[in-house]
């Protein structure tokens, strides 16, 4: 029994993808493996450290548990379609300043983790941050210095929408 192909349409970084791929495989190798984009990690392959987190249709996904075949037509964006060398996203801007990763392999799901849960309604005070991140898992223990860089670009944010 041959594997089944899917044909693909989405939208990565906001570039137009066209693929065609086995129906068993994943976005996060979708991703790394066809399109080259490694800055999204593969960490557990199990959906419980965190470092495949990527933005589908801008919420919070767990990239290796979810079948390619599944994000025809959506966007998707990974840390490579943030900012620039000379003009980072706020958030890994923050990253930089308060410390927030040490051996960087998850850095990248805890900052498309983090741009995720400051879209969504909720956790405002440090624990609720917590609480929201715990998806993520920091092997060096980062997380005081995480959660005051998602506090600051808070603040700002709310600074600028007041």
């Known amino acids: 029994m041959g594997a089944k ?4 349409n989405l939208t990565v970084n906001g570039e137009s993808v066209r693929r065609e ?14 399109l080259e984009l490694t800055g999204t990690k593969k960490g557990c ?11 589908v ?3 919070r996904v767990l990239s290796c548990l979810t079948l390619a075949g599944l994000s025809n037509g ?12 000379t003009a980072l996203h706020p958030v890994q801007d ?12 998850c850095t990248s799901g805890q900052i498309m983790s983090a741009i995720g849960m400051l879209a969504e309604p909720w956790a405002s005070d440090d624990d609720e941050v917590r609480e929201a991140m715990s998806g993520n898992i920091c092997r060096c223990a980062a ?20």
Not at 45 to 55: E, F, I, P, S, W
């Open 21 to 34: 791929c086995d129906a068993r495989t994943t976005l996060l190798d979708l991703l790394r493996d066809h």
């Open 74 to 85: 959506v966007e998707v964006t990974t840390i490579e379609g943030l900012g620039t060398e």
């Open 57 to 59: 249709d801008g919420k």
């Open 45 to 55: 392959n199990h959906g419980q450290c965190g470092a495949c987190t990527v933005l």
């Open 94 to 105: 923050a990253f930089i300043r308060h410390d927030s990763f040490q051996c960087g392999y």
């Open 143 to 162: 997380y005081p210095n995480i959660i005051s860089a998602i506090q600051e670009v808070r603040k700002d944010m709310e600074t600028e929408h007041a």
């Open 5 to 8: 192909h899917v044909e693909l």
